[in-house]
């Protein structure tokens, strides 16, 4: 009892700007086992959409989990999922746990 | 003693 139960939440972001605007840091063997989200930019997509948070935890991608996968595969996954044309968002399952 | 292993700090990337 008292332990926090990690709850995860899923965030749709639209592609309302031209960029998406989140720095990621982490992936499999660093020390941030999943990108965690550093910073949010001013005018992107994130802060458009307004319910992304710097210090939250990446978990999934568009349903594609992000555990055990290095820092560039997984940036590069969320770069494709915004590139994408089949969809005009992305849908990110993120924690604050860490 | 504690064997602590020691992970690199992670790159950053701006998307």
Do not use: M, W
Not at chain 1, 17 to 46: F, H, M, W
Not at chain 1, 48 to 60: D, R
Not at chain 1, 63 to 84: D, M, N, P, Q, W
């Amino acid at each position: 009892p008292g332990l926090l139960e990690p709850t995860s939440c899923l965030v749709r972001v639209p592609k309302s700007a031209s960029t998406l605007g989140i720095a990621i840091e982490g992936g499999a063997n660093t020390r941030q086992p999943l990108p965690r989200i550093v910073t949010i930019q001013r005018g992107g997509s994130a802060h458009n959409c307004g319910q992304l948070k710097v210090g939250q935890v990446i978990l999934e991608v568009n349903g594609v989990s992000l555990r055990g996968r290095e820092h560039r595969e997984a940036a590069r996954l969320i770069a494709e999922a915004f590139k994408t044309k089949e969809k005009d968002y992305i849908d990110f399952l993120v924690t604050e746990f860490n | 003693r504690e064997k602590r292993l020691t992970l690199p700090p992670s790159e950053i990337t701006l998307l």
